[in-house]
């Protein structure tokens, strides 16, 4: 005896014409509405192109001197800022430095696309129980559900190319940071709250000199996994055009390049590593500073 016996099952020219009703349906949304939806993402296309020329024409040196720059500031660890300028000389000598450029690129781009989206939404989380409500189901499909399916309704609007790789990046990599800066605020000692009232402080006052700056470390842990998520999704969005480290391993894989694989493969590494350290170090120092101002 079957487990569904006596329950009633969609027959499957039901099942069918309601698969072919949702298909049509979405069709004809992409060809009233496809045009729209590019022109409205065209800042977006425009700004990720710019920042990609500007990394991939700027000369090496001066990219490597800031990128240095950036890690020394965030890390303070000279061992860390080598490490950085090691790994980035290895990739230039290889010759993957314009593709690691063009997925550097992406990266920045979509994680600040991420976080520009992300904190808004995870402080409403954190002020609105009916909003998490909402929310986490949807932050539960965003993280489950397979990447590539994300590629099918963004190619259906927007075609091939760089901003339907971005948007399909930025669905995948947002949800760390909503989640951990809703954790963040809802984790503020309430004692702390209790005496900014105390002091007459508004909502937008306890929010900005109070439950921010005291969140910020865990806002970073989702910064970093916001990150990593990004770079995990670098293969999969040059499926539909994006240029950088990804369409080179999906070139090793259609014709069996070991090395252009593997070598492609520790690129992105790399990358991961440098990002993933700087990121960790610059929230551990900010660990240690608020820890001090309360000492």
């Known amino acids: 005896m079957s487990f569904f016996d006596g329950f009633p099952v969609m027959e499957a020219d039901t099942l069918t014409a ?129 990447s590539f399916v994300y590629l099918i309704p963004v190619v259906m609007l927007l075609g091939i190319g760089k901003v339907p790789g971005l948007i399909a990046v930025v669905i995948y990599a947002a949800p760390p940071i909503i989640r951990l800066t809703n954790l963040g605020i809802r984790l503020v000692d309430k004692d702390v709250l209790e005496a900014a009232d105390a002091f007459g402080a508004s909502a937008c006052q306890k929010l900005g000199k109070v439950q921010l700056p005291l969140a910020l470390p865990t806002i970073m842990a989702g910064i970093n996994q916001t990150i990593m998520a990004a770079l995990s999704m670098v293969v999969v969005a040059s499926m539909i055009g994006v240029q950088g480290l990804g369409q080179p391993v999906l070139k090793a894989i259609a014709n069996q390049y070991f090395t252009l694989g593997v070598f492609n493969g520790f690129a992105i590494v790399g990358i991961a590593i440098i990002f993933d350290r700087t990121s960790q170090a610059f929230g551990r120092r900010l660990q240690k500073h608020r820890e001090a101002e309360h000492a």
């Open 18 to 146: 309601l698969k072919k009703a949702i298909d049509g349906g979405f069709r004809a949304f992409t060809r009233e509405f496809g045009a729209t939806v590019e022109d409205f993402f065209l800042p977006l296309r425009s700004f990720l192109i710019f920042v990609e020329r500007l990394l991939v024409t700027t000369p090496w040196p001066v990219v490597l001197l800031v990128i240095a720059g950036l890690v020394y500031l965030a890390s303070r660890s000279p061992r860390l800022v080598a490490g950085a300028v090691v790994a980035l000389m290895a990739i230039g000598y290889f010759g993957m430095w314009e593709d690691t450029m063009r997925t550097l690129a992406m990266i920045v781009v979509a994680t600040l696309m991420s976080v520009a989206i992300g904190i808004p939404l995870g402080i409403l989380m954190a002020w609105s129980a009916r909003a998490r409500a909402v929310l986490l189901p949807v932050l539960d499909v965003m993280q489950t559900m397979p």
